[in-house]
């Protein structure tokens, strides 16, 4: 069974004009997620069609208008081109920000320490 805390969100940070939508879990873990990366994978069915296979679509805008909590178990972005309809649960944010960190899929993102 999996830790309920790992799909609790405690604080969500998505300033204004950032790229880069920061998820703070119960467990501790804090995931980074960018912008045009949530955008990429929205769950929706007019961007996912319904194969059932998850798929990364580029190109769309990726302005968050606004977040909305929906129920307790999932956020709701709006964005820049009002395209809304994608219902991001928590346990799928936290399996995009665990892939992502997993896979070190931003390697143009400069790491501390290095020149
Ligand atoms: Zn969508």
Redesign the pocket.
């Known amino acids: 069974m999996t830790d309920p805390r790992t799909t609790t969100p405690i604080m969500v940070r998505s300033p204004m004009g950032a790229t880069v939508t920061e998820i703070d879990w119960a467990d501790g873990t804090t995931s980074r997620l960018e912008n045009a990366v949530l955008r990429g994978y ?1 769950p ?1 069915a ?2 996912q069609g319904h194969s059932g296979e998850i798929k990364f679509i580029r190109g769309n805008n990726a302005d968050i208008a606004t977040i909305d909590e929906v129920g307790s178990y999932a956020l709701c972005f709006a964005w820049g081109d009002g ?1 809304s ?2 219902i991001y649960s928590f346990r799928y944010l936290r399996t995009l920000g665990d892939l992502v960190q997993r896979t070190d899929a931003r390697p143009d993102v400069p790491r501390a320490g290095t020149a």
Do not use: A, V
Request: with cysteine; proline share 0%; aromatic share 0%.
């Open positions: 929205c929706c007019g961007c395209h309809s994608g």
